[in-house]
Each structure stands twice: as structure tokens, then as C-alpha cells.
């Protein structure tokens, strides 16, 4: 078989990846989020994550001086809302206010939340790493809020539930159907 690929300069191509609003304050200021799609999952143990901002956005000077941060998980219903925050800058507009975002207090970090996201992850900042267009915040994750009508009854998070918002090379995607579970390839049959 052979191949009918292109060969393009190297660029960012891991899609899709979440379309998440990161939420700051400082002391005594209002709050603000930025959408960030260049986000993830670092370690297990401890729980940790990253985000890269570019050092010109109005939050990074937030999170560099504070040193903390709220990833909130956005959902199909909140598109245009996430596409604004990513456009918009915090210096010249109140996103809060404009998006009728409801902050809300976290549990540890003094950022606050966003009451309309689903799951609220607080984060502290553990580097910085200036790696060139942008920098990596590499956070650990202090306290996870969970919206409770995600829950099954024996306490299982359904994030399906949710309705999540993707990102894929310039595009927002609603969530997929569920196609299978970790482990099922080698997950032995019921004998029946």
C-alpha cells in the first residue's frame, strides 16, 4: 500500500484537545478568563497539568504574580462564550460581566471558579517554563468541584453528561459517542 500523505512543516497537529476557559484574579481586581486549548494532563501522582499562555496576554501576568489558577471544563452550550474569552482581551473588557459568568469561590486557591462550568479544577503553579511563543505553567491540582448532576448514583463521574467542548485546528466539536472503555480490547467476554 502506498502512502498518499503530504509532508507539512512541523506544527501543532494533536487534535482534538479540550477547549477549557482558565480563571485568574488578583487580589482586590476583578476576575478573568482566558480560553486556553493548549492544556493537559501531566502526572498522575501528584495530580498535575499545564497550561501555555503567550507572555502578552493579559492573565499571564495574573498567574505569574499569584502563582495559582482555575481550569474549568466548558461545554457545547458555552461555544460562543469560550470563542470570545480567546479573543477578547481582559484589559479592555470585563469577560465576567460581558459573558454573565458567575464566579465562584474555590476551595483552596483564591481564584475563583466559573459557576456555569461543570467541573472546576484549582491548580497551583509549580514552574514556568519559557519554551518560546508560549510559556508552560506546569501546576499542581489541589482541589477537583464537580457539578453533582454529573454524578451516577454509586458516586461515578459521567462526564459524557457534560456535553464537553473540543477544539480541533481552529474549530469547536461537541463530544462523540463512547466507543469503548480502558481496557476493553483485552477485557474477557462474559461466558454466557
Not at 481550569?71 to 470585563?94: F, H, P, Q, W
Request: a positive charge; glycine letters at 8%.
Amino acid at each position: 500500500m502506498e502512502s498518499q500523505k503530504q509532508h507539512w512543516k512541523a506544527g501543532n497537529m494533536l487534535y482534538p484537545i479540550p477547549a477549557v476557559l482558565v480563571s485568574c484574579q488578583r487580589p482586590g481586581e476583578k476576575p478573568n478568563a482566558i480560553t486556553v486549548a493548549w492544556t493537559g494532563t501531566v502526572c498522575t501522582n501528584p495530580p498535575m497539568v499545564y497550561i501555555s499562555l503567550r507572555p502578552e496576554r493579559y492573565s499571564y501576568d495574573i498567574i505569574r504574580e499569584t502563582g495559582e489558577f482555575v481550569i474549568n471544563l466548558t461545554t457545547e452550550k458555552m461555544a460562543k462564550a469560550v470563542d470570545y474569552c480567546g479573543v477578547r482581551s481582559g484589559r479592555e473588557v470585563d469577560k465576567f460581566r460581558e459573558m454573565q459568568f458567575t464566579p465562584e469561590p474555590s476551595q483552596i486557591v483564591k481564584a475563583p471558579g466559573i459557576l456555569q462550568c461543570p467541573v472546576n479544577i484549582e491548580c497551583r503553579v509549580v514552574s514556568v517554563q519559557e519554551l518560546g511563543s508560549h510559556h508552560m505553567f506546569l501546576a499542581k491540582v489541589l482541589q477537583v468541584n464537580v457539578e453533582e448532576a454529573l454524578l451516577e448514583e454509586n458516586g461515578r463521574l459521567d462526564l459524557q453528561r457534560a456535553g464537553l467542548l473540543h477544539y480541533s485546528h481552529g474549530e469547536y466539536f461537541s463530544q462523540g459517542s463512547k466507543l469503548g472503555s480502558f481496557g476493553y480490547s483485552v477485557r474477557k467476554r462474559p461466558k454466557g
